[in-house]
């Protein structure tokens, strides 16, 4: 189950996110159905730990049907150190 603004990420692409980089709509597993655009929201894998924090910058719907484009823009990743670049 996925909790308040939490999103869960395919593959190995989690280190890119807890580096600081965004979060593209093809990498997303599974998101929390009543996220919008603007929401704060975490980044998390598979087994619920913590990547990254950032802005939506898209519905869940648009997120999870669409193969391209940023799902979430992020502001700054567990492994970043600082504020990443969001690229």
């Known amino acids: 189950s996925y909790f308040g603004s939490q999103w869960d990420l395919k593959g190995e692409t ?5 580096q600081g ?18 929401d ?3 980044v998390v894998d598979g087994s619920d730990r913590l990547l ?4 939506a910058n898209a519905q869940y719907r648009m997120m999870m049907e669409s193969p391209s484009g940023i799902a ?5 990743g567990v ?6 670049d969001g690229t």
């Open 52 to 55: 990254a924090v950032g802005k």
């Open 14 to 18: 989690g280190a890119y996110n807890a």
């Open 79 to 84: 492994d970043s150190g600082k504020s990443g």
């Open 40 to 42: 704060e929201v975490m």
């Open 21 to 38: 980089r965004n979060v593209f709509n093809r990498f997303v597993k599974g998101a929390d159905p009543a996220i919008r655009p603007g």
């Open 72 to 76: 979430v823009k992020v502001r700054e």
